[in-house]
């Protein structure tokens, strides 16, 4: 290949021939705008620009242009191609909203492994490695319109809407009667005045000051609060208000861009919800008069003490429960060839939409099951019984091992379990959950519950309530979500709610025996009651005051888990009967 060096060129017209071999020679394009003058090595048709071996080379292996249509030296126009004609490879009508790092170029990729929108650029420069998944928008925005991710996403938006605006009105309220109170001090500290002689003027200014400069401080804190809600209730509404809009016109780029970014601001203002709890601690006023100034008030320097009581708004999500009619889609067989015993379906977990796992106590086994074929596809020994799985990453499973005082990690790829290492906890642990990295563990002798890092740190521990009485007996399994966590409780025939703190904030009783646990998008849960004389499933309000008996007359249903995409539960039993013990069954919700 010809270099012609680095020099300053000209500007060439639309279209400039080869002549004889003594004339000039077709060069590359793109190092010519930087003035480096190479020889042609092939012509891209997408670009309409010939390119150098070093430009063909990147242009294969870029994600953007990696399936350009490309021809070589002996196809390749013989001119110097500068584009006259509009671009028939022009970005989709819905693919018009400027990047936010590179401002000249348009978002058209998702990258499935960051969660992120991106440019050709972003592309080029940060998503090339192996964890990263990244897809051309159109290509998998088709079924965006009126989709699983767009009901779910309209519901959390109208859910965290309702919840600042119920902030708000608690503020107002709290407003009022801080107010209130700080009236009711003022005529306090007058009647006592009152009670006294003017000899005490100096003193009544002084705590009459004092009342005031608290209660700037509190209005100051209280007005930044309302403003906080106002503020997000506005993005959430405008949010909401795109996305139906750009559903209703079926812009399916768009839309799915908007989702996710709606995604990104329900996250953000999660956190203001907890934030919001402390509403800057805000006061309510209370005079305690000083009795010794009555009779012998030369000896004092005061009036009285101003105290204050913090009001916190009380912020609940909304327990709404919508009715839910399932219909039965059949059953998976859990039983394989290397069994020998029946199965005992403990713990299930979806780490995908079409993945499940179970842990088969009798079989001291884990095993993945496709369920669109309602097949195994593979199964993992452990050299002792298990009793839960939870999904702690997207390649990555945490198993209880009670005998072994263990929790075994796995991971999963290519349809394969592969056990990776364990971690030593102090006690029989059967139930377990992973929440956002964290995981919650349940533990029978003595009964409690313990938050822990993944590498086994605990962060806390939890056996009484405020009362100094124990909170659980025979915690079974525990769920959670971004404000509670749930603990079905065989004994105490209930179903036990926390919050991270761990303060028991609500309790659910059953009249049979509570076990498997399963939550869902809108907030609520459903529960399995494996009681032989009940055998039912419950839908649980997410403040535990509600619940909705979806399924009965099953057969000891014991472990359970949902499938928010696909809508679909899964139920495995508890029973010495082999022709159902060894089946989890399927109920798809309508």
């Given at each position: 290949?010809?270099?012609?060096g680095?020099?300053?060129?000209?500007?060439f017209?639309s279209?400039?021939?080869?002549?004889?071999?003594?004339?000039?020679?077709i060069?590359c394009q793109p190092?010519?705008?930087?003035?480096?003058?190479l020889s042609?090595?092939c012509f891209?048709?997408?670009?309409?620009?010939?390119?150098?071996e070093?430009?063909?080379?990147?242009?294969?292996?870029?994600k953007?242009?990696?399936h350009?249509?490309?021809l070589?030296?002996?196809?390749?126009?013989?001119?110097?191609?500068?584009s006259?004609?509009?671009d028939p490879?022009?970005l989709?009508g819905?693919l018009?909203k400027?990047c936010?790092?590179h401002?000249?170029?348009m978002?058209?990729?998702?990258?499935?492994?960051?969660n992120?929108?991106?440019?050709?650029v972003?592309?080029t420069?940060n998503?090339?490695?192996?964890?990263?998944?990244?897809?051309?928008?159109?290509?998998i925005?088709?079924?965006?319109v009126n989709?699983?991710?767009y009901s779910?996403?309209i519901?959390?938006?109208d859910?965290m809407?309702?919840i600042?605006k119920d902030?708000?009105?608690?503020?107002?309220?709290m407003?009022?009667k801080?107010?209130a109170s700080?009236?009711d001090?003022?005529?306090?500290?007058?009647?006592f005045?009152?009670?006294?002689?003017?000899r005490l003027?100096?003193m009544?200014?002084e705590?009459?000051?004092?009342?005031?400069?608290?209660?700037?401080d509190?209005?100051q804190r209280l007005?930044?609060a309302?403003?906080?809600?106002?503020?997000?209730?506005k993005d959430l509404?405008?949010s909401?208000?795109?996305?139906?809009?750009?559903n209703?016109?079926?812009?399916a780029?768009?839309?799915?861009?908007?989702?996710?970014?709606?995604?990104?601001?329900?996250?953000?203002?999660e956190?203001k919800?907890s934030?919001l709890?402390?509403?800057?601690d805000v006061?309510?006023?209370h005079?305690?008069l000083?009795?010794?100034i009555s009779?012998?008030?030369?000896n004092?320097?005061?009036?009285?003490?101003?105290?204050?009581?913090?009001l916190?708004?009380q912020?609940?999500?909304?327990?709404?429960?919508?009715?839910?009619?399932?219909?039965?889609?059949g059953?998976v067989?859990?039983?394989?060839?290397?069994?020998?015993e029946r199965?005992?379906i403990?713990?299930?977990t979806l780490?995908?939409?079409?993945?499940?796992?179970?842990?088969?106590?009798?079989?001291?086994?884990?095993k993945m099951?496709n369920?669109n074929?309602?097949?195994?596809?593979?199964?993992?020994?452990?050299h002792?019984?298990?009793?839960?799985v939870?999904?702690?990453?997207?390649?990555?499973l945490?198993v209880?091992?009670?005998?072994?005082?263990?929790?075994?990690f796995?991971?999963?790829?290519s349809?394969?379990?592969?056990?990776t290492?364990t971690?030593?906890?102090?006690a029989?642990?059967n139930?377990i959950?992973?929440?956002?990295e964290?995981l919650?563990?349940?533990f029978?002798?003595p009964?409690k519950?313990?938050i822990t890092?993944l590498?086994?740190?605990?962060?806390k521990?939890?056996?009484?309530?405020?009362n100094?009485e124990?909170?659980?007996?025979?915690p079974m399994h525990?769920t959670?979500?971004?404000s509670?966590?749930?603990?079905s409780?065989?004994?105490?025939?209930?179903?036990i709610?926390l919050?991270w703190?761990?303060?028991?904030?609500?309790?659910h009783?059953v009249l049979?025996?509570?076990?498997g646990?399963a939550m869902?998008?809108?907030g609520?849960?459903?529960?399995?009651d494996?009681?032989e004389?009940?055998?039912?499933?419950?839908?649980?309000?997410?403040?535990c005051?509600?619940?909705?008996?979806?399924?009965?007359?099953?057969k000891r249903?014991?472990?359970?888990?949902?499938?928010?995409?696909?809508?679909?539960?899964?139920i495995?039993?508890f029973t010495?009967?082999?022709s159902?013990?060894?089946?989890v069954q399927?109920y798809?919700?309508?």
């Amino acid at each position: 290949m010809a270099a012609f060096g680095r020099k300053a060129c000209q500007k060439f017209p639309s279209s400039m021939y080869i002549g004889s071999g003594e004339d000039f020679e077709i060069f590359c394009q793109p190092c010519d705008r930087d003035d480096i003058r190479l020889s042609a090595f092939c012509f891209c048709v997408d670009c309409e620009e010939h390119l150098c071996e070093s430009c063909f080379n990147h242009h294969k292996r870029a994600k953007p242009s990696r399936h350009h249509t490309l021809l070589d030296k002996h196809n390749m126009p013989k001119s110097l191609q500068v584009s006259s004609q509009p671009d028939p490879h022009a970005l989709p009508g819905g693919l018009t909203k400027p990047c936010s790092t590179h401002k000249k170029e348009m978002i058209k990729f998702y990258c499935h492994g960051h969660n992120a929108l991106l440019c050709s650029v972003c592309v080029t420069l940060n998503h090339q490695s192996a964890t990263c998944h990244v897809d051309y928008i159109p290509d998998i925005s088709g079924n965006t319109v009126n989709s699983n991710e767009y009901s779910k996403i309209i519901i959390e938006i109208d859910t965290m809407t309702g919840i600042f605006k119920d902030t708000a009105r608690n503020l107002k309220k709290m407003t009022e009667k801080s107010n209130a109170s700080f009236k009711d001090v003022l005529a306090e500290i007058k009647k006592f005045r009152k009670e006294i002689n003017q000899r005490l003027d100096a003193m009544e200014k002084e705590a009459e000051n004092a009342a005031k400069s608290l209660k700037k401080d509190n209005d100051q804190r209280l007005k930044t609060a309302q403003a906080t809600c106002d503020d997000v209730t506005k993005d959430l509404q405008e949010s909401s208000d795109t996305i139906k809009q750009l559903n209703t016109s079926k812009e399916a780029d768009k839309l799915f861009m908007e989702l996710k970014n709606a995604e990104q601001l329900l996250k953000e203002n999660e956190r203001k919800i907890s934030q919001l709890t402390t509403a800057g601690d805000v006061k309510e006023y209370h005079f305690e008069l000083n009795l010794d100034i009555s009779t012998l008030f030369e000896n004092k320097k005061s009036l009285g003490t101003l105290t204050t009581k913090a009001l916190k708004p009380q912020i609940n999500v909304p327990a709404k429960l919508q009715s839910k009619q399932f219909s039965y889609q059949g059953k998976v067989n859990a039983r394989t060839s290397q069994d020998e015993e029946r199965c005992w379906i403990t713990g299930m977990t979806l780490p995908t939409s079409d993945i499940l796992v179970a842990a088969d106590c009798k079989n001291e086994s884990i095993k993945m099951i496709n369920i669109n074929s309602y097949s195994i596809i593979d199964q993992l020994q452990l050299h002792t019984n298990p009793w839960n799985v939870t999904t702690v990453s997207k390649d990555k499973l945490a198993v209880t091992l009670p005998v072994s005082k263990e929790i075994q990690f796995v991971s999963f790829s290519s349809n394969r379990l592969k056990k990776t290492h364990t971690v030593k906890v102090e006690a029989e642990c059967n139930g377990i959950y992973c929440y956002k990295e964290q995981l919650i563990m349940l533990f029978q002798s003595p009964a409690k519950l313990q938050i822990t890092d993944l590498k086994g740190k605990v962060l806390k521990s939890i056996t009484k309530n405020t009362n100094k009485e124990d909170i659980f007996s025979q915690p079974m399994h525990v769920t959670a979500s971004s404000s509670s966590i749930y603990v079905s409780d065989n004994k105490k025939k209930a179903v036990i709610q926390l919050n991270w703190q761990g303060e028991v904030t609500g309790t659910h009783s059953v009249l049979g025996a509570p076990a498997g646990l399963a939550m869902l998008a809108d907030g609520s849960f459903f529960l399995s009651d494996y009681h032989e004389d009940i055998c039912k499933i419950q839908n649980i309000s997410s403040d535990c005051t509600r619940g909705e008996v979806v399924l009965k007359d099953l057969k000891r249903p014991f472990a359970i888990c949902w499938c928010e995409a696909n809508k679909t539960l899964y139920i495995s039993s508890f029973t010495e009967n082999a022709s159902v013990a060894n089946f989890v069954q399927v109920y798809k919700m309508s």
